[in-house]
């Protein structure tokens, strides 16, 4: 049998002999195809001719590499792997490299090892000397450590930079209180009484609305006095008795000589002032003044002795603002003798110098505090979980016997700044005997039952004695939580600045300052001449 195929690929014959000596044959037609197999012939030469260039770009990709892909020549290169049955081995690199950083993870790192100084330079390192993977990871590793422990130690140089910022006077308002003092020497304005003799029956009576603010800040306590009568809707009805040290009276008393609040009355005394306090009433505040090793706790070295590595940043702010010199200074503490200050008085609204007033404050004297002395704010719970997440345990050592005797760690707090005193309640309690009794305990467990301050023990003494009232009329950390929530500020009854970023201080927020700004008289001399507007 012979088989023949024409040229053309149209036809096929197939021919055979018989026994009988003849040929027998058939032709077999095609039918016409699209594609001839002419064409398929030619076609399956230049595949053949083509596939080793694929492998061979194959193996090109995936030695540079190729991420990404501009052109048919790079899809195919691309492409090719996968249409070979190839799959992308990246997982398996990571995983492999993952392990290798965890064999280097425990490792412990040379003394002296050189280190480059960026990762390009690591980069550049690693091909100049043909790292492997295992000395890539370990010198990443040793640079991210040392990354981290710059990072850590200049945050506690900031953190120790700011509190000096705060601890210490600016030279604007340091120029005030001087600029003022000399005015009360040579300006009969400035000696004019306050307040003028026919007020003098209203700072007993206790139809008004009786405000105390203790404090050597000129400058804070006008703005207090401004926003306060400011905001009022009865100016006419305030009483202010300020209380000020012997070295800031003069200037004190210039300042609201020669700017009075009217129509709100303003009485300025000193603490020299006030026949009550002496030493035989004070006798812990004494003590406190007085003690050396209070004295090195306050005004000496915050880093020596301290143990870095063994605490946070955030836990090492609040150290050092509790570390505040004003904590042992007497007007920080007369507070707790309000009372026997103003014996006439029965109820009073005790403010800050840090606070300013957005909304008038009359109706807290309608508020029944139930029987109870102090009408404050709890500190427990809030939106602001940083500020509003005080309990005892965040002041109180609770390792102490005594304190773990006598205090529950999970009590709620309450915040001192905005206060509203029934003074005929307190004169029937021992809250100042208490008071004196917890501060005496700790003095001689050398501060370790809680770090010197008055909201401590003042949580002590008041136990028992305060009345929650709306958070509406006090929010707090305008001066630690930069976070702070603009709307929540502007519908605040009474805006307190507590923490280190006072808003009269360079540290301060610019965004929260001026709340407290707006209260400021740029226009006056002795402000402009000590260039305030300037330094805030």
């Not at 004494?286 to 090793?293: D, F, K, L, S």
């Not at 109870?372 to 609770?398: I, Q, R």
């Amino acid at each position: 049998m012979q088989l023949h195929i024409s040229p053309s690929m149209r036809s096929i014959t197939i021919s055979s002999s018989g026994n009988n000596g003849f040929i027998d044959s058939m032709k077999i037609k095609v039918a016409a195809r699209h594609i001839s197999y002419r064409t398929l012939f030619h076609t399956i030469l230049i595949l053949a001719f083509l596939l080793p260039f694929v492998f061979i770009l194959t193996a090109l990709v995936t030695l540079e590499g190729v991420n990404k892909c501009s052109s048919f020549d790079c899809l195919g290169r691309r492409l090719g792997p996968r249409l070979l049955g190839r799959v992308d081995d990246s997982g398996r690199l990571v995983k492999d490299f993952y392990k290798i950083l965890n064999q280097v993870k425990n490792e412990e790192i040379p003394d002296g090892v050189k280190l480059p100084a960026s990762f390009n330079h690591l980069v550049s390192e690693m091909k100049n000397n043909q790292y492997d993977a295992r000395t890539f990871a370990f010198m990443l590793r040793a640079m991210m450590e040392k990354l981290e422990r710059e990072i850590r130690e200049s945050k506690f140089a900031e953190l120790m930079n700011k509190h000096f910022a705060a601890s210490s006077i600016p030279k604007s308002i340091h120029c005030l209180s001087l600029r003022l003092t000399d005015e009360y020497s040579s300006n009969a304005h400035a000696r004019t009484q306050l307040p003028s003799p026919e007020f003098l029956p209203l700072l007993s009576d206790n139809s008004y609305h009786h405000f105390v603010l203790s404090t050597d800040n000129i400058l804070a306590a006008s703005v207090v006095v401004t926003s306060t009568v400011q905001s009022s809707l009865k100016p006419d009805r305030i009483v202010f008795h300020i209380i000020t040290d012997k070295k800031t009276y003069a200037g004190m008393h210039s300042w609201f000589a020669l700017n009075p609040a009217s129509p709100a009355i303003v009485e300025v005394k000193g603490v020299h002032q006030f026949d009550w306090l002496t030493r035989e009433n004070v006798p812990v505040l004494e003590a406190v003044e007085n003690h050396n090793g209070i004295r090195d706790y306050y005004h000496g070295n915050h880093i020596a002795g301290a143990n870095l590595s063994d605490t946070t940043p955030r836990r090492f702010a609040s150290k050092l603002q509790a570390r505040s010199p004003k904590y042992i200074s007497l007007l920080n503490h007369l507070r707790i003798y309000i009372p026997e200050l103003f014996p006439n008085l029965d109820k009073v609204v005790f403010l800050d110098d840090d606070v300013v007033i957005q909304h008038d404050l009359s109706p807290l004297w309608e508020i029944d505090l139930q029987g109870k002395v102090n009408g404050a704010v709890e500190t427990c719970k809030g939106e602001d979980e940083w500020v509003m997440s005080k309990h005892l345990k965040n002041y109180f050592n609770f390792s102490h016997p005594l304190i773990a005797k006598n205090l529950d760690p999970d009590e709620c707090a309450w915040a001192y700044g905005m206060n509203i005193f029934d003074l005929h309640a307190w004169r029937n309690t021992n809250i100042r005997e208490t008071y004196h009794s917890w501060m005496k305990e700790n003095l001689k467990s050398n501060l370790t039952m809680w770090k010197l301050g008055t909201l401590p023990p003042s949580l002590i003494a008041f136990k028992g004695h305060v009345h929650p009232i709306d958070p509406f009329w006090h929010m707090l950390g305008l001066g630690y939580q930069n976070n702070t929530n603009i709307e929540s500020v502007k519908k605040a009854a009474v805006i307190h600045y507590n923490g280190q970023s006072k808003p009269w201080l360079e540290i301060g927020f610019e965004h929260l300052r001026p709340f407290w700004t707006k209260y400021v008289n740029y226009s006056n001399d002795f402000i402009r001449n000590c260039h305030i507007l300037d330094s805030v």
